[in-house]
């Protein structure tokens, strides 16, 4: 059997999880298995969403301990399915939990374990994994030779693809034991907007916006296009008060949205490794030579404070962010 992870946000599926659901009906659909999806914690609502994306079996790891995320106790979750289903393959998306839960869980299965992958592939009835490796310059393929395999997808890569399956509903039982470490509370900040991993379009801006309030502009525009804004780790470090949580690169999210602007970004390579894998690239910049024009596939020499307002005052005439 290929069991994926499956999160669960406010009773229903998160996209990244129905992509990895989806890659794994691809796998099971190319090695003849069955595919079981498993969800964790106070509540199973949502989890019947899993069939859309070809589920043969929907199992629900269901307790009020489970109501906050706890690394030890889904880890033990995640582990303790994939015993009982007799498991060879465990997938999940490489989202903030699962590249925490994941390779717990591995350690727990004695299984090989590939993080962040962007390609999977089955050869000889074992997983092969694609990855990026030395920040994204080049793409390895990862063998495995532990009887269980465990990978994470990384969001926006794999399509979510839907495709009905038996989705047969199952409870399993929820690990018990002291664990070390439970979550007591979870601070968000508000907002309510798209986490950048998840989100289809993201401007974001360098150390050429001078200030934290010049953001502004890039606010309107991505409020505009229908998406969200993001930082390079120069303008997040800058102190002009923007949160790390918006921070793209190495040291920040690794984000493949199908649209990335960026404004002021001169595009080190730490700040590739975090967007190069975006479906289209577009770069404002005053510097002919800038890095970022390599991999953008439009470039835009010029002032970003004249540039950015036109394009924001295209896309509103277009109404491109109320149909998207």
């Known amino acids: ?104 869980a591995a350690a727990r299965l004695d299984a090989g374990y590939a993080g962040d992958v962007t390609g999977l592939s089955m050869e000889g009835g074992k997983l092969q994994a694609q990855r990026p490796v030395y920040a994204g310059k080049a793409f390895a393929t990862t063998g495995f030779t532990s009887a269980v395999q465990v990978a994470t997808t990384r969001p926006n890569v794999f399509a979510a693809t839907e495709k009905t399956g038996p989705g047969a509903m199952e409870s399993v039982e929820a690990p018990a034991g002291d664990f070390k470490a439970i979550v007591k509370e979870i601070l968000a900040k508000g907002g309510g907007k798209v986490d950048l991993t998840e989100a289809n379009v993201i401007v974001a801006g360098g150390r050429g916006l001078k200030s934290g309030e010049n953001f502004k502009i890039l606010e309107e525009l991505a409020d505009a296009l229908g998406g969200v804004v993001g930082a390079s780790r120069a303008a997040v470090d800058a102190g002009w008060g923007l949160s790390h949580g918006i921070q793209v690169g190495q040291t920040g999210k690794v984000v493949s949205p199908t649209l990335y602007i960026a404004a002021g970004i001169s595009g080190a390579i730490q700040h590739l490794a975090g967007m190069s894998s975006s479906k289209y690239i577009v770069a404002i910049n005053k510097d002919p030579d800038a890095p970022i024009f390599k991999i953008a596939d439009y470039g835009i020499v010029g002032d970003l404070f004249e540039v950015v307002p036109e394009l924001t005052k295209a896309a509103k005439a277009m109404g491109i962010g109320a149909h998207h």
Not at 20 to 31: H, N, P, V
Not at 64 to 90: E, M
């Open 1 to 104: 059997m290929i069991l994926v992870f499956c999160e669960l946000k406010d009773g229903k599926l998160r996209k990244p999880s129905a992509e990895a659901l989806s890659e794994g009906r691809r796998l099971a659909d190319a090695s003849g298995q069955q595919l079981g999806a498993l969800t964790v914690g106070a509540s199973a609502d949502g989890a019947a969403d899993a069939a859309k994306y070809g589920a043969d079996s929907i199992l629900t790891c269901v307790a009020p301990s489970l109501a906050s995320y706890s690394s030890d106790a889904f880890a033990a979750a995640i582990a303790s399915a994939a015993k009982a289903k007799g498991a060879t393959i465990v997938l999940g998306a490489a989202t903030a939990m699962g590249k925490d839960a994941l390779p717990r």
